[in-house]
């Protein structure tokens, strides 16, 4: 059930930070940017966003993952399975209270 959920949190925060790309291809479809900026950007997005999802979801405890994604919202509570809120209900907490802090 962890591996489920931490699947639909990787590709759900994946897909948010593919959107956020889409708009530099978009710029540089309109000729706001040249294909050597948008290659750039492709490049910066690997090595940062893409590469910081996958470390977070490649861990072998997904826990922490999946308390972070409801704090942020990627997933929501109303769709897990109580027994998986019960789990990581410290975490929960522990992560809307790191973005409280921020």
Same mark, same amino acid.
């Given at each position: 059930?962890? @591996?489920e959920w931490?699947?639909?949190?990787?590709?759900?925060? +994946?897909?948010? #930070?593919?959107?956020?790309?889409r708009?530099?291809?978009d710029r540089w479809q309109r000729g706001d940017i040249t294909a050597a900026e948008l290659n750039?950007?492709?490049?910066?997005?690997?090595?940062?966003?893409? @590469?910081?999802?996958?470390t977070?979801?490649?861990?072998?405890? +997904?826990e922490p #993952?999946?308390?972070?994604?409801i704090a942020a919202g990627i997933l929501q509570?109303?769709?897990?399975?109580?027994?998986?809120l019960r789990h990581v209900a410290?975490?929960?907490e522990f992560y809307e209270a790191d973005d409280s802090a921020s």
């Open positions: 059930m962890i @591996r931490a699947a639909i949190a990787h590709d759900r925060e +994946l897909g948010q #930070a593919l959107l956020e790309l708009t530099h291809f750039d950007l492709i490049h910066q997005f690997h090595q940062g966003d893409s @590469r910081n999802i996958w977070k979801y490649a861990a072998n405890h +997904l #993952a999946i308390g972070s994604a509570r109303g769709e897990l399975p109580e027994e998986l410290g975490l929960i």
